[in-house]
Each structure stands twice: as C-alpha cells, then as structure tokens.
C-alpha cells in the first residue's frame, strides 16, 4: 500500500462538511442512539442467506475508520462456507471447554452467569457469515520493507465498532465472539504471523425463537459513563 519513497504530507481542501443547524445536530444525535439502542447481540441466528455484496459494504465502512498514521492496521476474512464454519466451530469449542472447565478462574465465570453462555457455540455454524477480525502488527512497503504500525489495539478496536454499526445499520444481528487463545485462525485461514486474530463476528438475522439475556438491556446511565468539565 505504501511506497516508501513517496511518504510526504500533502493537505486538500476537505472534501465532505456538514452544514447542520443545530436543531438538526441534535435531532441527527437522538436519531442515531435510537436506531442503536435497538442492536442486541443475539446467539441465536437463522439460516436466511445475507448476499456477499452486503458484508462487503459493511466491511468497506470498517476501513473507513481512522487509525494511527493511517496504517490501516486491519484484515477481515469473511467466511460463509459450511465446511469452514464447522472447522471454526470445533477448534473454538476445544478452547472454550478448557476456558469453562477452569482455564477462566472462578471470578470470571460467575461474572459470565447472567450471560448464560457455555462451551457450545453452535451459532458459529447457524449464523450465514463469520467475520474473523485480525490486527496487523507490522505491514511491508511496496518493496517488501517491514515497517511498525503504531495504536494497533485502538485502530482496530475502532474499526470494529465501525463494522458493528454497519451491521445493525443493514438490519443485521452479530455476535463478538473471542475464543482465547485464536492462534489456530491464523493457519486455518491462511494469515501471517504479522496478524493477530482478535475477534470472530458471527452475522446473520435472528432466529424467530431468538432470545436475550435480560441483563444485556441494562446499561449504565450517562452519570455513570460521562464526566463533563466546561
């Protein structure tokens, strides 16, 4: 993507403003974190097909997303193929059995209890589509250079929330999934040693008899989350 010989600062006039009142600020806001209220990540998925084209899309808005020294430091695999999901599923299955059979400790389990998750995870073959996230710790030049990508952690992190917003904006469900450790999706998948596997996004639509812990609707007031100095 890059060309070493060739890195300069050159500003141009930004391209896309928004000229809102604040009337309309405002109302854009409230619009926004009505539609997100709505998103529940949902362990339940049908079998309704989602077209590639779509996952597509919503993955070309993750990449818009800004990063540090926009490096860009992010690979998605999207998988739909059932052979694939059931390898996915298995191998993610092996570690959430030792995750739940103690590997997790006692605190973290009992905090996991209103969830009312387990070691199966059969949405990872329901769901229409996987989105296995990666980080990219370094990239190479176009001569093959290696060079550092730098706020890996948080540019990818942003990224993600950019997908799941996408997602939900399409009329979608997903579910974030982080089987610890995934260093067997770098192999099944075929990725380099320079990518770390992060997340699997399972996407798709509910199930008809699809349901949602009740905790999941509780969240912490703006008193709790916000801090104002002026």
């Known amino acids: 993507m890059f060309a070493r010989e060739n890195i300069a600062f050159d500003p141009i006039a930004l391209p896309d403003r928004a000229d809102l009142t604040d009337a309309e600020i405002m109302a854009q806001a409230q619009a926004f974190y009505s539609a997100m ?3 529940h990540t949902v362990r339940d998925f049908s ?4 077209d590639r084209a779509v996952i597509e899309k919503c993955i070309l808005t993750a990449g818009t997303a800004p990063s540090g020294a926009n490096h860009q430091p992010w690979h998605f695999v999207a998988i739909s193929d059932p052979a694939f999901k059931k390898r996915i599923r298995d191998a993610s299955e092996e570690e959430e059995r030792k995750f739940y059979e103690g590997g997790a400790g006692d605190e973290w389990l009992k905090a996991l209890e209103p969830i009312g998750t387990n070691d199966n995870k059969p949405h990872l073959e329901d769901a229409p589509w996987l989105i296995v996230i990666f980080a990219q710790r370094w990239g190479h030049f176009d001569d093959g250079t290696r060079y550092k990508n730098y706020y890996v952690p948080e540019s990818v992190g942003i990224a993600t929330g950019f997908l799941l917003a996408a997602l939900h904006n399409a009329g979608l469900t997903s579910l974030t999934h982080t089987p610890n450790p995934m260093k067997f999706l770098n192999d099944m998948l075929g990725r380099p040693q320079s990518e770390k596997p992060v997340m699997i996004l399972a996407v798709g639509h509910p199930a008809a008899d699809a349901t ?8 912490k007031p703006l008193s709790e989350i916000l801090t104002v100095s002026e």
């Open 37 to 39: 209220c709505k998103r």
């Open 47 to 50: 079998h309704r097909p989602i």
């Open 212 to 219: 949602i812990p009740r905790v999941a609707k509780i969240k």
